[in-house]
Structure formats: structure tokens, C-alpha cells
């Protein structure tokens, strides 16, 4: 089901599968600023991402000694999500532990995905709260789709123009590990002009995996028109950049809580790098607000 927010500048589609952003636009021009094109090229939008981020090796994952099937990114954006909350200009939307869900990830959350409209924007957070007996692990992040034409006109701008920290992964993805087995591997990207990314035709491969991010926001910036689409960034330990493959269409500037596999994991869900721990009864919030 399609849930329609409106304020003065904006208007927002959020589909109650996955609780994503399918439409958001200017309203005096209809111009897109979340990409909704082609299902053929990319069949999703803005999903989030839980109860992790990135690509998971084999698609499995080994906790207290038992296997459970996980994809890229999560479950999250493949299920239907209730709608507890809604007014002319805001929504939010829940997922708790279900059947289904309990053969993929043992235990019991609740996660809510929260919209609001302001006039600069979206307000974006996502929370869980651990309704479980025990502490688990978990990833949260987002993975925003921006619409772009001329890739020549578009580059990702960081806040502090500060130079780039690059986390290592293969062509496949997965983390990459140093001469001694060490994961991750930390490196410069060695960008021309600090804290800013142009554009190329041949696109980010699997990701351009960001940490040690001072900058409080990551943005699209198109040059010829000098407009600045920014996604919030602040606490975050990982920043995604990825572009889909093929003509370029869009652009995807991710916070994670969360890293891909290692490629050489042993599958171990408590071995698994960059995860949360949240203890019972407690909540985590992760703010990936988008301003414009």
C-alpha cells in the first residue's frame, strides 16, 4: 500500500513494503529526487537495511551453532510493515519478529521507520528495540537512490572536504584482508580534490565503502545548477557510495551501522565486523534524514 505525505514543497510516496520511499519529488516542478525507474535496472528505491548491512558470503550465517539464510542487506525491505502512525505530512511504519522472520534472525525486535516532511527535506530515522530475553548483534542503515541524468553534471560532496577513508573490499564486494589476515583495511582513496567524488560513466562497482567520516553530511551536488541534495552522516562509522551499473541513473549515498562480510568470514554471527549490540528493552536510533 502506498502512503502519500504532502507539505507545501514536497510530496512523499512511502510503500508499506520495506516501509521505502518509492516517490519523492519537488511539488512546483514534479522533478524526482529519489530515483523510481525501471524495475529492470534496480527493483527498489530507498530500502532500509536490517538486521544488516551489505553482502553476506554463501548467503548464510552461523549463530549459536545453527545456520539461517540471509541476502544482501537484509529483510527488512522485503517485508510489509504496519502502519501505526499517520498524518497529512508524516508516517511511521513498524516490523516486529514474525514466523518468517524468526528463521532468518532468532530474535525478537521491533523496528520502526519514522517520516516527516519539513520544508528543507525529509525527516528519515529508523529505531530498534530489542523485545527479546537477551542481547543480540544487528546492522541499521539506509540505502538512498538520487536521481541524476547528465553524469557529468553530478559529484558527491562531503561536508568538511576532508580527505577520504576508504575501507577495502574485493570486486565481489566482500572485505578485503591484509598480508596477516587483518580485516578491515583501512586506505586513503586518494581522491584529487578532498572530500569530493566526480562521476564517471564506469560507475562505483560494488561500492565505495567510506569510514573515519568527520563530515556530518554526505551530498549530491549538481554542478551546473549548484543544488545540494545532502543525506545526514553524523555518528555514523560507514558511509556507501554506489551507482547503479550500466547507463548511470542514480546514485546511492548509504550510512551504514554495518560492513559487508569479510571474504574470508567463518560465517560466525558474533565473529561478523561492524555490528551493534543492543542489550533487552533497549533502542537504537539511526538518523539518515535527507535535506535538500
Known sequence: ???????????????????????????ENGRDIIWRGDSSVWKFHAPVLFPHCGKIKDAFVLIDGKSFPLKSNGFARDLEHNLILRTEDSAVFELSENEYTLKLFPYKFILRVEYKLKNDGIVFKSTVTNTDSVPF??????????????????????????????VACYDN????????????????????????????ASGFGNGHLFTDVKSEWAGLRNIRT????????????????????GSPEFVCIEPWFGLPDADNTDHQWEHKLGLEILD?????TADQSISV
Open 1 to 27: 500500500m502506498i502512503i502519500t505525505l504532502k507539505n507545501e514543497k514536497f510530496e512523499l510516496d512511502v510503500n508499506t513494503y520495506g516501509a521505502e520511499i518509492n516517490r519523492f519529488v519537488r511539488r
Open 173 to 200: 564486494g566482500f572485505l578485503a584482508s591484509g598480508s596477516k589476515g587483518e580485516c578491515p583495511v583501512k586506505k586513503l582513496y586518494a581522491e584529487k580534490n578532498p572530500g569530493i567524488i566526480p562521476f564517471t
Open 137 to 166: 548483534k544487528f546492522s541499521l542503515g539506509s540505502h538512498s537512490a538520487f536521481a541524476i541524468d547528465n553524469v557529468n553534471d553530478f559529484q558527491i560532496e562531503f561536508e568538511k572536504k576532508e580527505p577520504l577513508v576508504q
Open 280 to 284: 533487552p528493552q533497549k533502542t537504537f
Open 226 to 245: 549548484g543544488e545540494l541534495i545532502r543525506v545526514n552522516t553524523k555518528g555514523y562509522p560507514y558511509v556507501m557510495i554506489w551507482q547503479n551499473a
